[in-house]
């Protein structure tokens, strides 16, 4: 069964920046479209970014195109997120999954976005 386990969360200022990391226990990483998804307080899940198994593709929600950017190391089986300009209207927990969802969730890394 695929592990996936996030870290790189914590508190910022608004227009602060973070860098997510997920790590992913199979290689099968490597051959998986991945994705970071987030959840707000009393919000359902939403999907943040998308990056094709080679990493030449990248897909965005709306709300962080331009200052988020989705990679990968398929070598080491890490995703990554870098997260710029942050907003309070990021606060959330964020996690990676492949881009169905359809993997078993890791607990998530918390992103706190206030002053």
């Known amino acids: 069964q695929v592990q996936l386990v996030e870290s790189g969360g914590g508190l910022v200022q608004p227009g602060g920046s973070l860098r997510l990391s997920c790590a992913v226990s199979?290689?099968?990483?490597?051959?998986?479209?991945m994705a970071w998804y987030r959840q707000a307080p009393g919000k359902e899940r939403e999907l943040v970014a998308r990056?094709?198994?080679?990493?030449?593709?990248?897909n965005y929600a709306d709300s962080v195109k331009g200052r988020f950017t989705i990679s990968r190391d398929n070598a080491k089986n890490t995703l990554y997120l870098e997260m710029n300009s942050l907003k309070p209207e990021d606060t959330a927990v964020y996690y990676c999954?492949?881009?169905?969802?359809?993997?078993?969730w890791g607990q998530g890394t918390q992103v706190t976005v206030s002053s």
């Open positions: 990056i094709s198994r080679g990493g030449t593709t990248t």
């Open positions: 199979e290689s099968i990483f490597s051959i998986v479209p």
């Open positions: 999954n492949n881009y169905i969802g359809n993997w078993s």
